[in-house]
């Protein structure tokens, strides 16, 4: 394969530009911008709907989820901290997915590079989102409700 010249993007541009793709379309659907590449939305009670850019090494990738405020969130490495993810910069997906995960192909084509300069920055984000983001939108849309646990009491 021949590789361009490196032409990798400083983390501020990087979080600029895609924030310039993806702000218009999320915050329009009533996402809010979280952190620089989270956006999260309160669509059903105790529930978030949550978009993130995930960093890979040289690379963004889009992934989207469900976080729930009554699943605790588990980490740490010397002592086990439990933590709950109710509040939008909190907001953890507790269950995730990402149709790059399943499908090599997709991952290869919508996967945002950040190593051959802006104009390619810019123009995969706009694939990303363009092809994705209704991948997203209909599986937030397929819930409507948490069942037995929309009158469980925190």
């Known amino acids: 394969m021949n590789r361009a010249v490196d032409q990798r993007c400083p983390p501020s541009l990087v979080d600029r530009i895609v924030g310039e793709v993806f702000d218009p379309r999320l915050l329009a659907l009533g996402f809010q911008r979280a952190t620089p590449r989270k956006y999260v939305r309160r669509r059903v009670p105790h529930t978030y709907d949550v978009i993130e850019r995930l960093s890979q090494t040289v690379s963004l990738r889009l992934i989207w ?90």
């Open 65 to 154: 989820g469900l976080s729930l405020d009554f699943v605790p969130h588990v980490g740490g490495r010397q002592s086990e901290t439990v933590r709950w993810h109710r509040t939008a910069r909190s907001a953890n997906p507790d269950l995730r997915y990402s149709e790059t995960d399943c499908m090599r192909e997709m991952r290869n084509q919508y996967t945002i590079s950040t190593t051959y300069g802006e104009h390619v920055l810019r123009q995969k984000a706009l694939e990303a989102i363009s092809a994705l983001l209704p991948r997203a939108l209909q599986l937030f849309d397929s819930v409507t409700g948490l069942g037995p646990w929309a009158n469980f009491s925190f």
